[in-house]
């Protein structure tokens, strides 16, 4: 359970951001409460890191106020810097120093005095199951454990509230499942952290509370569960073994489904939110058995957030944004 004082931790409203004629944000409202996990999903390009750029002062907005550990953005720069991590997208580390030595440099610069600094690094690259490395050039050490090392590092000032900028991005799956768990960790003392992802799964084990953006506004906020009963039903997915059948299917399942269908012509699979499941799927095969259509492969999926995420926008996460 998250560790919350009923305190709002972060804070945003109206925030706009444009650059030339392109708007990255078009009047983005947040909430974090004290202690929780918000996820900012959205694709590539939404407007995720705009965002995060914004509450940790490295962007100013054109429009709009916020707040982070009850500071101004704007006018307490200084002060909001001093209560939060933020680990980006790619690990930020010095290659030419140990694990020991980059989360001492980062306490020094902190101002933490030496000892500190050297009690802190300790503390964090044994919290991070890097101790075994921790006298070792961090040029060798994995994707994974440079990832640890760069979330080690915003952690160092024990700071208020964490912002996680895609932090499994590159990973490999072993690594995305050992980051999940550093993350869980950190939450459960008390942390609030702001993470933005484009892994739906990783927001839907993570995060308390989901905002959905894309191009620059909020299509969806909500928990993981709330996310998902918009959508109501089931998905009905058919794969089509011929690519002569790919359009007999599409006209059968849009007289089934509650949307439209959506076709992957690569895997020649065919999908469509129904509300009666399992009725809906033998009315599809009697349709498509009385014309002679062969199928590879059918299935029936309850609802998760790629299907929250493609019902909302008619697009999936990892598509480009751009038209």
């Known amino acids: 359970m998250p560790h919350t004082d009923g305190t709002v931790a972060v804070r945003a409203r109206g925030v706009v951001k444009t650059y030339g004629s392109t708007r990255a ?44 550990a009850g500071h101004d953005v704007l006018t307490e720069p200084d002060a909001v810097r001093q209560n939060i991590g933020l680990s980006g997208q790619y690990a930020a580390v010095d290659e030419n120093l140990t ?32 101790t075994d ?15 640890r090392l ?12 964490v912002v996680l900028d895609e932090p ?11 980051m999940w768990e550093v993350i869980e960790q950190l939450v459960a003392t008390g942390a609030t952290v702001l993470l933005t992802t484009q892994y739906l799964e990783e927001a839907d084990r993570l995060a308390d509370t989901i905002v959905v ?39 059968v399942l849009k007289e089934v489904g509650t949307s439209e269908p959506v076709l992957d012509e690569h895997t020649r699979s065919v999908s469509v939110f129904v509300d009666t ?14 014309r002679d259509v062969a199928l590879a492969d059918v299935a029936l999926h309850r609802p998760t957030l790629d299907d929250v995420f493609l019902s909302l926008t008619g697009r999936a996460t990892e598509e480009d944004p751009t038209p």
């Open 25 to 68: 944000l078009a009047g983005v409202d947040l909430d974090i409460p004290t202690g929780q996990v918000l996820g900012l999903l959205g694709p590539n390009g939404a407007g995720k890191t705009t965002m995060v750029r914004i509450l940790t002062t490295l962007l100013r907005p054109d429009a709009g106020e916020a707040m982070v």
């Open 213 to 251: 953006i894309d191009r620059g506004q909020v299509i969806a906020r909500g928990t993981a569960d709330e996310l998902k009963g918009r959508i109501g039903g089931e998905r009905l997915e058919l794969v089509v073994g011929e690519d002569t059948d790919v359009e007999p299917v599409v006209r």
């Open 168 to 178: 499994t991005t590159g990973l490999d799956p072993r690594g995305r499942l050992g």
């Open 133 to 147: 490395a921790a006298d070792r050039s961090a040029k060798g050490y994995s994707g994974g454990m440079r990832r």
């Open 277 to 290: 499941g399992a009725s809906a799927l033998v009315e599809a095969l009697r349709k498509l058995d009385s």
């Open 150 to 161: 760069d979330l080690a590092g915003a952690l160092v000032a024990e700071p208020r509230v």
């Open 99 to 130: 694990g020991a030595e980059n989360l001492y440099l980062i306490g020094r610069l902190y101002g933490l005095s030496k000892r500190r600094a050297k009690e802190r690094a300790r503390e964090l690259l044994d919290r991070f199951a890097l």
